[in-house]
């Protein structure tokens, strides 16, 4: 293994194989009504037809794989969606749509479209509306697209350690923001109260009882990315018209992942991806659910207890209900990384020092990564995860640089220094 590897080589890692996994399980309906294909296809199609919308590129990184003894790493990257930076561009703007659509249909009795609500047809319904979310900043973001783009006003909480760059990205949007003096988790159920009083919508990537329409919608949006990325692997000849044997995907409330995991699933049944799901070590609440068996709280840094992480997008104590009814069962693997690989994780991808094509990646992108690096180095996860020179890995950048002064201070200042 190649030297240049020593600091995935050094840290320390926990894996664990899930419990209650089945492969053969059949995807049950109660699944489905969080995501199937059908919903899914129906976020999809929408989305496709917004302004701006590409499909993100996938960037194989074959130098690193052949060090790895694997044929492909490829990464799904984000960093571009409609401008905003992140994967969350396509959940919460959509789900604001799906809040906006129902509430116009209703007063008209007509079946409205999102060009007809960017048109302003309809402002004078529209401009009424006003939807609220917690977030540490890219979903923030994205709802206060949504809001801008069909015609609604935003209100963003945001937790005590959210940056002023990711601040600042969400005002870009017209988004009124209020930072609280408390952790993501909290900032949450703050957002949520303070919502029911003001009467405004809730748009929340996370779930909890009897909230879990809209947080489905979220998911049914990130799942374009797995949509995107199966075609391409059925359309990449040197991969012979087969999908990923891994993935290797980040969590925070566990929604990007179970979107990928719950849409996988239904599509290709028992002959889906291995799915890893990994996690910050001081803020793996998926982790310790898998560990416990039902749903739990993270244990967070092992002297203090707090919940926190330097990947901000994954600094989360408390699992999503619904995302943890598809992964329970759907995952195949839970592991943590520890914060002290993400830096050098970062700097490898934006200078790769084995000539693979440079991504920029945000720190909360690059678990995954540190995560394949580390199991494929030693011999004993490689064969529990079942990694061989005939895996073909998918991993995803979820953010580029959205907090730039800290990218600089992790990457730039550490490259050129």
């Excluded at 998926?286 to 707090?306: N, P, R, V």
């Amino acid at each position: 293994m190649d030297n240049s590897l020593s600091p995935w080589k050094r840290s320390q890692f926990n894996l664990l194989p899930n419990p209650d996994a089945e492969r053969s399980l059949v995807y049950s309906e109660k699944l489905r009504d969080i995501i199937s294909k059908e919903n899914c296809q129906e976020a999809h199609q929408e989305i496709q037809s917004w302004p701006g919308y590409e499909v993100s590129e996938l960037i194989s990184l074959p130098h690193l794989a052949n060090i790895l003894n694997l044929v492909d790493i490829s990464f799904k990257d984000e960093s571009k969606r409609f401008g905003l930076g992140s994967f969350k561009s396509l959940g919460g703007a959509y789900a604001v749509f799906k809040h906006i659509q129902s509430i116009v249909e209703k007063r008209t009795g007509l079946q409205i479209d999102s060009d007809i609500l960017r048109s302003e047809k309809y402002k004078e319904i529209t401009s009424q509306i006003t939807v609220t979310t917690a977030t540490d900043g890219n979903h923030g973001r994205s709802v206060a697209w949504g809001a801008q783009l069909f015609g609604c006003s935003a209100v963003i909480y945001v937790p005590s350690s959210c940056s002023k760059e990711r601040i600042e990205a969400i005002r870009e949007f017209g988004a009124q923001v209020i930072q609280s003096n408390l952790n993501y988790d909290d900032t949450v159920r703050l957002c949520a109260e303070t919502g029911h009083k003001e009467g405004h919508q809730v748009i929340s990537d996370t779930s909890w009882a009897d909230y879990t329409k809209i947080p489905s919608q979220v998911m049914q949006g990130y799942s374009l990315i797995a949509e995107e990325a199966i075609i391409e692997y059925f359309t990449r000849s040197f991969r012979e018209a087969v999908p990923p044997s891994h993935i290797f995907i980040q969590a925070g409330v566990g929604g990007l992942a179970a979107a990928i995991t719950g849409y996988l699933w239904d599509l290709l049944d028992y002959k889906r991806p291995v799915i890893v799901i990994v996690e910050p070590e001081n803020a793996a609440c998926l982790f310790a659910s898998a560990a416990e068996g039902t749903l739990t709280k993270a244990s967070g840094d092992k002297d203090t207890g707090e919940i926190h992480t330097i990947m901000a997008g994954l600094d989360c104590g408390e699992a999503s209900p619904i995302a943890w009814d598809i992964l329970s069962k759907g995952a195949d693997f839970f592991m943590t990384v520890p914060d002290d690989i993400t830096a050098p994780s970062m700097q490898l991808l934006a200078n790769s020092p084995f000539g693979d094509p440079t991504i920029t990646a945000g720190e909360s992108s690059v678990a995954g990564l540190a995560a394949l690096i580390m199991t494929a180095s030693h011999e004993e996860s490689r064969q529990t995860l079942g990694l061989s020179p005939d895996s073909r890995i998918l991993l995803v950048n979820s953010e580029g640089a959205m907090d730039k002064a800290l990218y600089h201070k992790l990457v730039v200042e550490e490259l050129s220094g």
